[in-house]
C-alpha cells in the first residue's frame, strides 16, 4: 500500500460517529391497506442495516408478512431531505383488510456522546517446547467492550426508556417503566467519514449493554456512561474501490 503521507488528512472527533441499533418486533407500519399501495414506513425511523454487511439499508434489512405469509420486499424507501432509511415497498400490494406486519432494527444515535472507545482482550498463553530456549504464544478467545461517555440532554431519557426499561402501567398523565432484569440484544456501529465521504464502519453484534444511571455535581454537566460488551466478531465494511 503506497500513500502520500503528507497529503494524508488527519481524522479527528468530528469524523467518527456512534450508532445503536434497537430491534422492533412486529410493528403495523404506517400505509394505506387498499389493495393498491406498496409503500409502507416504519414508526421508528431510521431503519439500521441489520445484515451488518453494507454502508446502507437494503431490503433484507427488513421482515415483513401479509397475513402471517413472508411478503417480498423489493426496495427500501429513504427520506428525500436527510438521506436515512424510513421504509418499504413490497412486492404486492396487500388486499383490503390484511394484516401487514414489519420487524426490522430501529437506528439511535446517542444524543450528546463525548466518545466511544472499543477495547479488545484476546487471551493468550505462553508455551515452552522441548529443546528450543524459545517460547510460543497461543491465542485463544477475545473478549470486545464499547464504552460511551454521554452527557444528558432534555430528550435523553427516552434513550434510557428504549436501551434499559420497559413498561408495566400507564395512568391518565404517565407512563411506568421498569428496568429490564436482562439487557436487550442490540446492534451497533462506528463510522468514520471526511468531507462527506464515508471511510468504513465497524459492524457489531449481539452487544449487551450495562444499565446506568444519570448523575451529576453543582456546576457540571449531567452525565452517564454506556458500557457494552460484544459477543459476535465485529466486522469491518468499506467502500468498493
Same mark, same amino acid.
Given at each position: 500500500?503506497i ?5 494524508? &488528512?488527519? *481524522?479527528?472527533? #468530528?469524523?467518527? @460517529?456512534f450508532?445503536? /441499533? ?8 404506517? !400505509? %394505506? ?26 431490503p ?14 423489493? &426496495?427500501i *424507501?429513504?427520506? #428525500?431531505?436527510? @438521506?436515512?432509511?424510513? /421504509? ?8 383490503? !383488510? %390484511?394484516?401487514?406486519?414489519v ?19 484476546q487471551?493468550t ?19 470486545i467492550?464499547?464504552k ?9 431519557l ?23 432484569d ?13 468531507d ?7 459492524y457489531f ?20 456512561t ?15 474501490v
Amino acid at each position: 500500500m503506497i500513500v502520500d503521507k503528507l497529503a494524508e &488528512t488527519i *481524522l479527528t472527533g #468530528e469524523n467518527v @460517529g456512534f450508532f445503536l /441499533g434497537i430491534p422492533v418486533q412486529e410493528e403495523t407500519p404506517i !400505509g %394505506d391497506i387498499d389493495g393498491t399501495n406498496k409503500d409502507f414506513y416504519v414508526n421508528n425511523p431510521p431503519i439500521f442495516p441489520r445484515s451488518c454487511n453494507d454502508l446502507t439499508v437494503k431490503p433484507e434489512d427488513v421482515t415483513v408478512t401479509v397475513d402471517g405469509e413472508a411478503a417480498t420486499v423489493s &426496495t427500501i *424507501l429513504f427520506n #428525500e431531505s436527510e @438521506g436515512y432509511a424510513e /421504509g418499504f415497498s413490497l412486492a404486492s400490494a396487500p388486499d383490503t !383488510g %390484511d394484516s401487514v406486519k414489519v420487524s426490522y432494527v430501529e437506528e439511535m444515535e446517542p444524543f450528546l456522546a463525548q466518545d466511544v472507545t472499543p477495547d479488545v482482550k484476546q487471551d493468550t498463553k505462553e508455551v515452552s517446547i522441548l529443546n528450543e530456549s524459545a517460547k510460543i504464544t497461543s491465542y485463544a478467545g477475545t473478549t470486545i467492550t464499547l464504552k460511551s461517555e454521554q452527557i444528558l440532554s432534555k430528550n435523553g431519557l427516552e434513550q434510557f426508556r428504549k436501551l434499559m426499561y420497559y413498561k408495566v402501567g400507564e395512568t391518565t398523565g404517565a407512563e411506568q417503566y421498569k428496568l429490564r432484569d436482562k439487557p436487550l440484544n442490540l446492534y451497533g456501529y462506528t463510522v468514520y467519514h471526511v468531507d462527506g465521504e464515508t471511510l468504513g464502519r465497524f459492524y457489531f453484534e449481539n452487544v449487551k449493554l450495562k444499565p446506568d444511571i444519570p448523575g451529576g455535581k453543582a456546576g457540571d454537566n449531567l452525565s452517564f456512561t454506556l458500557e457494552m460488551t460484544v459477543s459476535d466478531t465485529p466486522t469491518l465494511v468499506i467502500p468498493k474501490v
